[in-house]
């Protein structure tokens, strides 16, 4: 069985800076896709940023020059750098990747249990 941990969330005011990571509970596996969600109230749950294992990098509209994703594929992180933060950024942030299932032979998703992320105005 396989976890995804996030850390890194918090209270912070407009135009400041929080950095999420997310680790996995096992490195004995192969990953493909990691990425960042994120749901806000009363709203549907969003892609944010995803990154491959080669490093290509994918973001919302929403984010794009405020936001970076990176991964350590050694250590099975990864990580959100968010700078220029608005109260519309407010949500909780979700990590997932995509690992590989030995027993199925496929690659399925697994989520974090989310970190909550709050933008003051």
């Known amino acids: 069985q396989v976890q995804l941990v996030e850390s890194g969330g918090g209270l912070v005011q407009a135009g400041g800076s929080l950095r999420l990571s997310c680790a996995a509970s096992?490195?004995?596996?192969?990953?493909?896709?990691m990425g960042w969600y994120r749901q806000a109230p009363g709203k549907q749950r969003e892609l944010v940023a995803a990154?491959?294992?080669?490093?290509?990098?994918n973001y919302a509209d929403s984010v794009k020059g405020r936001f970076t994703i990176s991964r350590d594929n050694a250590k099975n992180m990864v990580y959100l750098q968010m700078n220029s933060l608005k109260p519309e950024d407010t949500a909780v942030y979700y990590c997932?990747?995509?690992?590989?299932?030995?027993?199925?032979?496929?690659?399925?998703?697994?989520w974090g249990q989310g970190t909550q992320v709050s933008v003051s105005s």
């Open positions: 096992r490195s004995d596996f192969s990953i493909n896709f």
């Open positions: 997932s990747a995509d690992i590989f299932n030995s027993a199925r032979g496929q690659y399925d998703v697994y």
């Open positions: 990154i491959s294992s080669g490093g290509s990098t």
